[in-house]
């Protein structure tokens, strides 16, 4: 039931991603229609249930356009897993703040990357100046589009891919 759902408004713009438990809900009180269903049944006490993989809403809503959170994993997911001061690509990526935040260094994307724990310890707590280093690319805020929010769902639901292409 903790699967996720990928939930299109009225015009099938994708704006959010729910459980299988709130999709169902939505079905159920006539808020939403199944657009299309994943891999097998809910069992209720009444029926069996097709487990919705994506969801639209009847009524359009509107909300702001949605951003994506700075969290580890989307900074890694940004900077394609590789450490941005050595290139390599590794499992146990760090976060480095870029200016460090002793120094004022904001936690914001524009001053984080993905960094392997021996490049973040060779930087220490100090600017790239300072430790003689410089990143790959220059750190910004990821890309805001639908496709890109939510592609990180592609790998298990790629199903979701016509949905998501365009927005
Ligand atoms: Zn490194």
Redesign the pocket.
């Known amino acids: 039931m903790l699967a996720p759902v990928l939930v299109l408004n009225a015009n099938f713009e994708p704006i959010n991603v729910c459980d299988t438990h709130r999709a169902i809900g939505l079905i159920l009180s006539d808020k939403a229609s199944m657009v299309i269903n994943g891999c097998g049944y809910i069992r209720t006490v009444a029926v069996n249930f097709p487990r919705p993989s994506v969801i639209r809403l009847e009524k359009m809503v509107s909300r702001p356009r949605p951003r994506l959170k700075l969290t580890r994993r989307e900074v890694f997911r940004r900077d394609s897993y590789i ?1 941005q ?4 690509k590794i499992n146990d990526l760090t976060i480095d703040h870029v200016v460090p935040r002793h120094m004022g260094g904001q936690h914001i994307w524009t001053n984080v990357v993905a ?2 724990p ?3 310890h060779r930087k220490g707590g100090r600017r790239l100046e300072d430790a003689g280093m410089h990143v790959l690319h220059i750190p910004k805020e990821p890309p805001t589009s639908a496709f890109y929010i939510f592609s990180r769902h592609l790998n298990e639901n790629s199903e979701w891919e016509p949905f998501l292409q365009g927005w």
């Open positions: 450490c001061y050595c290139g390599r960094a392997c021996q490049c973040n």
